[in-house]
């Protein structure tokens, strides 16, 4: 019995730390694009932009109030938004807080 609660204990250790790896993998991607979070979705297109990165307008649906082709937005009280970029064959989702405007909330690969 003992093992098995060791083996147990290995386990949800396991699974906490893989928890944390997601939770800290769009704030490493931010770094990666030299974005900070809670930057204004304006600013951040135009970073990517110059990077080299193209904006997806197929990807948006064109519904969203904040003018941008490439931008979704979800309806409700927690509704939140995301923009996808292309360079190559990478392609990444900025996820957005909607606000007064859009504010970045994370960057990630979109596989």
């Known amino acids: 019995m003992r093992h098995f609660i060791k083996i147990l204990g290995i386990s949800a250790l396991a699974a906490i730390s893989n928890v944390a ?50 931008v979704v937005c979800g309806s409700g009280r927690d509704a939140a938004c995301s923009a996808r970029f292309l360079r190559g064959a990478r392609k990444v989702l900025v996820t957005l807080k909607p606000k007064k405007t859009l504010l970045v909330d994370g960057v990630w690969d979109d596989k």
Not at 54 to 68: L, Q, R
């Open 21 to 70: 790896v997601a939770v800290q993998s769009p704030q490493s991607l931010i770094t990666e694009f030299h974005l900070k979070q809670g930057q204004d979705y304006f600013v951040v297109k135009a970073i990517l932009l110059k990077q080299g990165w193209t904006a997806d307008t197929p990807y948006g649906d064109g519904t969203n109030p904040y003018g941008f082709g490439e």
